[in-house]
């Protein structure tokens, strides 16, 4: 059973950059699909990206599309998520999550079982 761990959150101005990471262990990485959700105060969790096992396919919310990016280095056991052009809305926990259950990418949350703890994402206006 995988373990996920997220880093890289914190304060950012509008129109900033950060780069979140997430950490596996305990599991075989590169067979898992991986997927990126946040939730907001009074919101429910909602899908940022997901990329497939190998890394060569990947899904965007319309929200990010073009100004996120995720990526994984499997040598690693890690998937990262570059977040760009950040927005006052963007304010989340941003959570981690992974799945053997497909190979590709899904934005469906009850795909994954295997979450992280989460980390805090703050972008001000």
């Known amino acids: 059973q995988v373990q996920l761990v997220e880093s890289g959150g914190g304060l950012v101005q509008a129109g900033g950059s950060l780069r979140l990471s997430c950490a596996a262990s305990?599991?075989?990485?590169?067979?898992?699909?991986m997927g990126w959700f946040r939730q907001a105060p009074g919101k429910e969790r909602e899908f940022v990206a997901s990329?497939?096992?190998?890394?060569?396919?990947?899904y965007y919310a319309v929200s990010v599309k073009g100004r996120f990016t995720t990526s994984r280095d499997n040598a690693k056991n890690s998937v990262y998520l570059q977040m760009n052009s950040l927005k006052p809305e963007d304010t989340a926990v941003y959570y981690c999550?992974?799945?053997?259950?497909?190979?590709?990418?899904?934005?469906?949350?009850?795909?994954?079982?295997?979450w992280g703890q989460g980390t805090q994402v703050t972008v001000s206006s």
């Open positions: 999550a992974a799945s053997r259950r497909f190979g590709g990418t899904s934005p469906s949350d009850a795909d994954y079982p295997y």
């Open positions: 305990g599991g075989t990485f590169s067979t898992y699909a």
């Open positions: 990329i497939s096992w190998s890394g060569g396919a990947t």
